[in-house]
């Protein structure tokens, strides 16, 4: 199982960002339009080639105001562009620092609408799969389809620190139980979504998730303690960790 955190979301690399990547074995860094700055994506990408963490392309809407995370309708053209300029940018500043990117993981209200939109799902594809063969996303989402139809391997997500509802879907951030701050409920939550296959909804309901990455928010204060956590409880279950995609200083 792969651990990932996102990451590079702030005005610089700090401390708790470090502490977060020491638990880690994926870091998905923003690219600018949702968050972070070239600068802070070379700083990340050096600390995570340092420590042989994977590193992802979090690209997400132009967004800045709203950090990606409000539904926006953004005509395809326009969106593949911004996906191939996020991608060449992050590329680039991991290059400087001898390093590589290895998979592509939307942000935000992208991930969310490229899940249910076959539309948007279909851009994401189109623009990425020349350059990126690794694409991580909810479990059996609509960018399945396209994925497979362009040769690119889909990562099945999971997230241990986010409330789901009884459809596999994440609760929106307002909503009651979206939210799931306690170190220990997330190391159960994230056990349970690696050795049991699932977890329960907001509403009780049992919800089947095979996934092979799990998913540590970097944005969210604590989030250092969670992944700490999350890795000592899963390795007490017998869960090996492990990147999914080769690491930043990796071939791949």
Request: glycine share 12%; with cysteine; proline share 6%.
């Given at each position: 199982?792969?651990?990932?955190?996102?990451?590079?979301?702030?005005?610089?690399?700090?401390?708790?960002?470090?502490?977060?990547?020491?638990?880690?074995?994926?870091?998905?860094?923003?690219?600018?339009?949702?968050?972070?700055?070239?600068?802070?994506?070379?700083?990340?990408?050096?600390?995570?080639?340092?420590?042989g963490v994977?590193?992802?392309?979090?690209?997400?809407?132009?967004?800045?105001?709203?950090?990606?995370?409000?539904?926006?309708?953004?005509?395809?053209?326009?969106?593949?562009?911004?996906?191939?300029?996020?991608?060449?940018?992050?590329?680039?500043?991991?290059?400087?620092?001898?390093?590589?990117?290895?998979?592509?993981?939307?942000?935000?209200?992208?991930?969310?609408?490229?899940?249910?939109?076959?539309?948007?799902?279909?851009?994401?594809?189109?623009?990425?799969?020349?350059?990126?063969?690794?694409?991580?996303?909810?479990?059996?989402?609509?960018?399945?389809?396209?994925?497979?139809?362009?040769?690119?391997?889909?990562?099945?997500?999971?997230?241990?620190?986010?409330?789901?509802?009884?459809?596999?879907?994440?609760?929106?951030?307002?909503?009651?139980?979206?939210?799931?701050?306690?170190?220990?409920?997330?190391?159960?939550?994230?056990?349970?979504?690696?050795?049991?296959?699932?977890?329960?909804?907001?509403?009780?309901?049992?919800?089947?998730?095979?996934?092979?990455?799990?998913c540590i928010?970097?944005?969210?204060?604590?989030?250092?303690?969670?992944?700490?956590?999350?890795?000592?409880?899963?390795?007490?279950?017998?869960?090996?960790?492990?990147?999914?995609?080769?690491?930043?200083?990796?071939t791949g």
């Amino acid at each position: 199982m792969d651990l990932n955190a996102d990451l590079a979301e702030g005005d610089g690399l700090t401390a708790a960002d470090l502490a977060l990547l020491d638990h880690v074995t994926s870091a998905s860094l923003a690219c600018g339009f949702h968050a972070g700055s070239r600068p802070v994506m070379r700083s990340a990408a050096e600390a995570c080639v340092a420590r042989g963490v994977a590193i992802g392309a979090h690209v997400s809407y132009r967004d800045r105001p709203g950090f990606g995370r409000r539904p926006l309708v953004v005509a395809p053209d326009e969106l593949a562009a911004d996906l191939v300029e996020q991608w060449e940018t992050l590329v680039a500043e991991v290059a400087a620092v001898g390093g590589t990117v290895s998979y592509v993981k939307p942000h935000g209200a992208l991930y969310s609408s490229m899940a249910v939109d076959p539309e948007v799902a279909g851009t994401v594809v189109r623009a990425l799969a020349p350059r990126c063969r690794v694409l991580v996303g909810l479990p059996d989402g609509a960018h399945t389809g396209p994925a497979g139809a362009a040769g690119v391997t889909v990562v099945p997500e999971g997230f241990c620190d986010r409330g789901y509802d009884a459809h596999g879907l994440l609760v929106p951030r307002h909503a009651a139980g979206a939210l799931v701050d306690d170190p220990d409920d997330v190391g159960r939550r994230a056990r349970s979504l690696a050795v049991d296959g699932g977890l329960g909804a907001v509403d009780g309901t049992w919800v089947a998730l095979d996934v092979r990455t799990l998913c540590i928010h970097g944005d969210h204060p604590g989030a250092a303690h969670r992944a700490r956590t999350v890795r000592r409880t899963l390795e007490a279950a017998g869960v090996e960790l492990a990147a999914f995609a080769p690491p930043a200083g990796g071939t791949g």
